[in-house]
């Protein structure tokens, strides 16, 4: 059974820059989850400016990338995480 799918990005094109192709299903899988991560953020008024589908990979894995952040970002991101967790 063939694991990959055509996935295309916001623009149109692969995430790589290429014209339209095969990706696997893990790199549509981590880009789904920048994108609702993204959504998530965006709800509280955080934006996360290198937030994105890492190049690397564990095992069949893709990682999301989150960036760096500055100091009142991180204690707004552990205000909200705090008041969530159990």
Do not use: C, F, W
């Amino acid at each position: 059974m063939d694991s990959t799918v055509t996935y295309l990005g916001p623009s149109g094109q692969e995430p790589d820059g290429g014209v339209r192709g095969h990706i696997d299903v893990a790199y549509q899988e981590a880009d789904d989850a920048v994108d609702l991560l993204r959504d998530a953020l965006r709800r509280i008024g955080v934006t996360l400016p290198s937030l994105g589908v890492d190049d690397h990979r564990i095992g069949d894995v893709h990682l999301v990338e989150l960036g760096r952040v500055r100091p009142d970002i991180a204690l707004k991101l552990a205000d909200v995480i705090g008041g969530v967790a159990p």
